[in-house]
Structure formats: structure tokens, C-alpha cells
């Protein structure tokens, strides 16, 4: 099993519409990450959240919310997704006492229509 | 602010051939963390490299290498006799730990690989 598991993988919805992408993962970690890739801008922090108690914007999070059910668990919701927030997103979590530091989730690719 | 700046988008190259992707960082740190990831045609981030800023040493890994000089805040990486499963696009990236730090890991633009046979 994953470290780090993105549901869905793939997603297809319309404009208006609510979504959630989950997160959940089995190191332990105490900081969870949600970012967005698109195409030449590299990946962009959304959320990030340190515990259950602790959520803080990134860089672009307009347009998105969070949410921190457990230690293993961070979910991204879109309240009305709009087109140009077709992407692909990625949960990682972090633990810089560890070698890669970093463990990310496989993604889930967003389109909306 | 931290920055991460890959000013090469693509890259070409034929088989055989030694490419070096460019990798140029700004911090107010003085203790941080580079790494670089690849992502093949699949999506996901595969993990290559972390390097902590204290250590300068360079690193070979097979046809992987980087080159780490603090002195022009730079962490190139090269693959030497490039093979077409090399082809991906590769992410430098930046994690800082100074006062106020957040953990967050700024990436930059990415570079995408073309390995032609």
C-alpha cells in the first residue's frame, strides 16, 4: 500500500459543482501539503497544515478550502469549481528528519468542464 | 521569499548524449534543504536527490549527478550518457529552515527532458 493515497485519481466535473479530493496516509507525519501543478509553473502550494489544529493558506488558495479530519487525513475541497482550476494536484506530507523529507502522493487529475 | 528558478523549459537531446539541468535558488536561510524530483509521462514525483546546505559535497549516483556551489546558489544536476527513459520533466526544489519555518517546499518551473533515439 501507498504511503500517501490521493482519491480520486482522475476526475472529470462541471462548473459549479462541489468536490473533494482526499488525502489520507500511513507515515505518521505530522505536516500535510496540498499543491497544484500546471504546465510551466512547477507546483504551487495550496494548504498546508501542521496538525489536526493547524491550517494555513499557501500561496494560492482562493478558490479552495481544507479540511484536517485526523492526523492521516487532509482533504481539499473545491466549493464551485471553475475551469481553470483543471489540474493536477498533489498531497505530500513531510518529515525533514527523514532522507527524501518529502513523500507525495501518485496525484489526482482535476478537469473541470 | 524563497525562489527556485529553472530558466531552462526544454531540452533536447540525442541518445548517448550528457545533458545538465540548471538549477538556481534564493534563500534568507542558512539552513536548508535542496532536492530535485522527476516525473515521467505517468504523473507521479519520483524522488532523486536532498541535499542540506551544509554539505557542499557533490554526488554521483550512477549517470546522475549534482553539483552544489553555495557560493552562486546553484544545484545543477546532470545525466550523463542520457538514455530515452530519461525523458521526463524534472522539478528542482527548496525547503528552508530558518526562523518562522514553515516546512513548505517551493518548486520551481520544472524542465522538461526530451531523450531522442
Known amino acids: 500500500d501507498a504511503d500517501v493515497t490521493q482519491t480520486p485519481r482522475n476526475r472529470i466535473t462541471k462548473t459549479g459543482k462541489r468536490i473533494m479530493l482526499e488525502c489520507s496516509q500511513t507515515?505518521?507525519?505530522?505536516?500535510m501539503y496540498w499543491y497544484r501543478q500546471d504546465p510551466g509553473l512547477g507546483l504551487r502550494l495550496i494548504y498546508y497544515?501542521?496538525?489536526?489544529?493547524?491550517?494555513n493558506k499557501g500561496e494560492i488558495s482562493d478558490g479552495y478550502s481544507v479540511s484536517r479530519q485526523a492526523q492521516a487525513k487532509f482533504s481539499l475541497s473545491l466549493e464551485s469549481a471553475i475551469p481553470n482550476q483543471t489540474a493536477l494536484y498533489f498531497c505530500?506530507?513531510?518529515?525533514?528528519?527523514?532522507?527524501?523529507?518529502?513523500?507525495f502522493g501518485s496525484g489526482t487529475r482535476l478537469t473541470v468542464v | 521569499a524563497q525562489k527556485v528558478t529553472q530558466a531552462q523549459t526544454e531540452i533536447s537531446v540525442v541518445e548517448k548524449e550528457d545533458v545538465t539541468l540548471d538549477c538556481v535558488y534564493e534563500?534568507?536561510?542558512?539552513?536548508?534543504?535542496l532536492f530535485w524530483y522527476k516525473q515521467p509521462p505517468s504523473g507521479e514525483l519520483v524522488f532523486l536527490i536532498r541535499?542540506?546546505?551544509?554539505?557542499?559535497q557533490n554526488e554521483i549516483s550512477g549517470r546522475y549527478s549534482w553539483n552544489f556551489q553555495k557560493s552562486t546558489s546553484s544545484f545543477n544536476f546532470t545525466i550523463t550518457a542520457s538514455q530515452v527513459v530519461d525523458s521526463a520533466v524534472y522539478f528542482c526544489?527548496?525547503?528552508?529552515?530558518?526562523?518562522?519555518?514553515?516546512?513548505?517546499?517551493?518548486f520551481g518551473q520544472g524542465t522538461t527532458l526530451q531523450v531522442k533515439p
Open positions: 505530500a506530507t513531510s518529515d525533514l528528519g527523514r532522507e527524501r523529507g518529502y513523500t
Open positions: 507515515k505518521g507525519h505530522d505536516r
Open positions: 497544515s501542521f496538525d489536526v489544529k493547524d491550517i
Open positions: 534563500t534568507r536561510d542558512t539552513t536548508y534543504y
Open positions: 541535499r542540506n546546505s551544509f554539505d557542499e
Open positions: 526544489a527548496l525547503s528552508g529552515h530558518g526562523s518562522g519555518n514553515t516546512g513548505k517546499l517551493i
